[in-house]
């Protein structure tokens, strides 16, 4: 417990205590031995799991080649792993719900560094430093009344 000063004077002959450390990150499993992580990108939401494998991704219960289509959709999923250099390492599971494909693309890159940090938590440093940890909080502006969309005004004209 700390201990109480009554004056200034006290001050200068209290014990400074240890200033608080960084928190130590630990690797977190579930019981079959995987990271689980959740990430967000617009209105996407992406869960993802993690286990040791073949490199083997799949999305929604679909290779992720079917799934995201586009090369570059599945260039962004793959960032984290080959910035952490752990290409075909992990098997990957990911369900994803909300937004389109873009969304969701940027909500499994999201999950998975988290997952990675969960898994090999000496890979954060790595994975912050590229910005796959922080949560792209940019959405979808909303809609004012008076307006056609969320700042587009209504065509004007004086007849």
């Not at 912050?128 to 008076?146: A, H, I």
């Amino acid at each position: 417990m700390a201990e109480v000063l009554s004056s200034l004077s006290d001050l200068g002959g209290a014990k400074v205590s240890a200033q608080a450390e960084a928190p130590v990150h630990v690797q977190k499993l579930d019981k079959q031995g995987r990271a689980y992580a959740t990430g967000k990108r617009k209105d996407a939401v992406a869960r993802v799991w993690i286990k040791p494998g073949t490199g083997k991704i799949t999305v929604n219960n679909r290779a992720v080649e079917v799934y995201f289509a586009r090369p570059v959709l599945r260039l962004v999923l793959n960032q984290p792993l080959v910035a952490a250099g752990r290409v075909d390492q992990y098997d990957i599971m990911v369900t994803c719900t909300g937004g389109g494909l873009s969304g969701q693309a940027g909500a499994v890159r999201h999950g998975l560094a988290r997952a990675l940090t969960f898994y090999e938590p000496e890979l954060r440093s790595t994975l912050k430093k590229g910005g796959f940890l922080t949560r792209d909080s940019r959405t979808v502006e909303r809609k004012k009344y008076g307006k056609a969309k969320a700042r587009r005004s209504f065509q004007f004209s004086k007849r």
